[in-house]
Each structure stands twice: as C-alpha cells, then as structure tokens.
C-alpha cells in the first residue's frame, strides 16, 4: 500500500511518457522484481480522464488536515492525511487510495468505514473553505475504480458516524 501511495504522490510530476518505467524501477527496488502488473495499474490511474483534476498541476498530495467535528453534541478532534486534495474557485476536491483486494467494483461493496473517513475530512474541510462544494472520491488501485460522493451523501456517512 506505502509504495502505491508514494507513486501516486510523485509520478504525477514526471513526464507522462517515462511513469511506467519509473514506476516499474521503483517497485522492483521496493517490492522485488515482478511488479510489471502493479505499475501499469498506478499508470493507468494517471492516464484515466476521471481522475484528471486529482493529478492535476493544481493538486496536492499527502495533506494533512486537522480540526473538530461535533459528535454526539461535543467537538471532537479529528486528524490524518488527505492523499490528494484540489482546491478550485468553487469547490474542493479529495481522495482517498485503497489498495483493498479485491476492490469493490460497486458503490455498495464499498465498506462504510471508508466512506466515514471521507465524511470526516470533508466536515473539517467545511470550516477551511466555508463557500465551496465539497466532493470526494475512493480511488480503488485495483482496477482502478472510482466511488465518488457528493456533499449529501457525506453529509448521511457523517450523520451514520455520529449516530454511533
């Protein structure tokens, strides 16, 4: 999981055509030889249209966020890592890798954990960008496979967290 996420940090900024041999190097350095499939599936993420804003100049990756959430009417401390973050005029976007196996093709295989991660940083994003939309999105490394959620739907995994 480490060596996914730390491609998916850096080979944005190299060259689109070198990713694959770059990326192949470092997991053979990393992980050992025979890491042909893994690197083409990193790539492949790179080169998918729907995750063009993540990998865009604009976006940020491995940011770390910090705030409060008000759970069962008292604010609790929330903390971690945002993999990748952008920040437009109008709205804020996030994801989360997972490199679960096998990945949940469908939205409602997705375990709700990860969706109340989600929830969770997009709350404390609110009080950061108080006038912009916030969405965000699971991006499963294997296939790859993107879940996004809209603010209402984070707003319902929030709700289900606080509830607990």
Known sequence: GSAIHRLLEVLPSIDPPLR???AKLYLSRRLGEGQEKLAE?????????????????????????????????????????IDRLVVT????????????RPAPKDRLAVPHTHVAQLAL???????IYPDCRIGASLVYTEGPYLH?????????????????
Do not use: W
């Open 41 to 81: 599936q990193v790539t492949a993420i790179l080169e998918d249209h729907r995750f063009a804003d993540l990998f865009s100049g604009a976006s940020r990756a491995e940011v770390s966020i910090g705030g409060n959430v008000m759970i069962d009417g008292m604010a609790r401390p929330v903390s971690g890592k």
């Open 148 to 164: 996004a959620y809209d603010e209402i739907e984070l707003s319902a995994a929030l709700a289900a967290v606080t509830a607990t």
């Open 121 to 127: 940083y997009a709350e404390v994003l609110k009080g």
């Open 20 to 22: 694959l041999e770059k």
């Open 89 to 100: 005029r109008d709205a804020v976007l996030i994801a989360d890798y997972k490199t679960t």
